[in-house]
């Protein structure tokens, strides 16, 4: 049983809806989505372990991700929730259903399949890696250093939100990046063991490469209570990129699922 406390932010009242970022990310990627959804549901943004606020710990997989998730809600004391996760979040909503049905109501999984990810983070992991942000004088030297590894602002503006400046000077990595680069052999593993009867909707970017057309069935093979939606012009980034129509998508099944 995990022993850490997740940093978290709540907003809203209603039924609860756990909202979990991806890969590299935090809950402040999802505070304007989340606004949006607390107008009619109790949101809870969650910081991962060795991710944002959350603690840095020694280990890193799905399945303490998933009790790091039963944890918090004990913590909270819910005893269901409707569970929402991008990418990396995805999976761990993913394996949680599949572990613990009994405490959700529903699930959301955003731009990701239960299957085994290709490695396409090398360039921004050694990017990450190839920068010692205590020796920085400005946030822009970190930027210039990325950009020339990663030739996409978007990308690299998501990465810079984990830039923290110290008090004596310099900068830190918000996240655990020792640890997730170590273990990111873990985050592309498949969650694809078992079967989940809940309901879920899984909501596809059509740009991304994440929930290709061709993986449907299977999809809909382990989860046979799924609904799959795309989003034709979004990329992996569907919150940020196309938050009105994520936020339609979401609220009008989570009322009729």
């Known amino acids: 049983m995990s022993a850490i406390e997740l940093n978290f932010k709540t907003l809203g009242e209603g039924t609860p809806v756990i909202i979990l970022h991806g890969f590299l990310g935090m809950l402040d990627n999802w505070k304007t989505f989340g606004r949006k ?5 109790q949101v809870f943004l969650v910081d991962q372990r060795d991710h ?17 998730l ?28 599949q572990k613990y049905p009994d405490l959700v109501q529903k699930a959301i999984v955003v731009d990701i399949a239960p299957f085994k990810n290709e490695n396409h983070h090398t ?10 942000p205590a020796s920085a004088n400005a946030r822009s030297e970190a930027e210039e250093h990325l950009l020339l590894s990663i030739p996409d602002l978007g990308v690299v503006q998501f990465l810079m939100k984990n830039l923290n400046r110290n008090k004596e000077g310099g900068f830190k990595w918000k996240m655990n990046l020792p640890l997730l680069t170590s273990k990111y052999d873990s985050i592309l593993e498949a969650t694809d063991d078992h079967i989940s009867e809940l309901p879920t ?4 970017g059509g740009k991304s490469h994440y929930i290709p057309p061709s993986k ?14 795309t989003i034709s012009d979004a990329g992996h980034w569907v919150h940020a990129e196309k938050p009105e129509e994520l936020l339609k998508i979401c609220s009008e099944w989570m009322k009729i699922a």
């Not at 944002?52 to 790091?68: C, I, K, M, N, V």
């Not at 360039?123 to 010692?132: D, K, R, S, T, V």
């Not at 449907?216 to 939606?229: G, V």
């Open 123 to 132: 360039h921004i992991m050694e990017a990450l890696n190839g920068f010692n």
């Open 37 to 41: 959804l607390a107008e009619e549901y």
């Open 52 to 68: 944002g606020r959350s603690p840095h710990t020694q280990d890193f997989s799905y399945e303490l991700l998933a009790e790091d």
């Open 201 to 204: 909707l899984f909501i596809a």
């Open 70 to 97: 039963k944890d918090f809600m004990k913590r909270q004391g819910l005893e269901s929730a409707i569970l929402m996760g991008h990418s990396m979040g995805g999976k761990t909503v993913m394996r949680f259903c």
């Open 216 to 229: 449907h069935d299977e999809i809909q093979q382990l989860f046979p209570n799924s609904t799959i939606e």
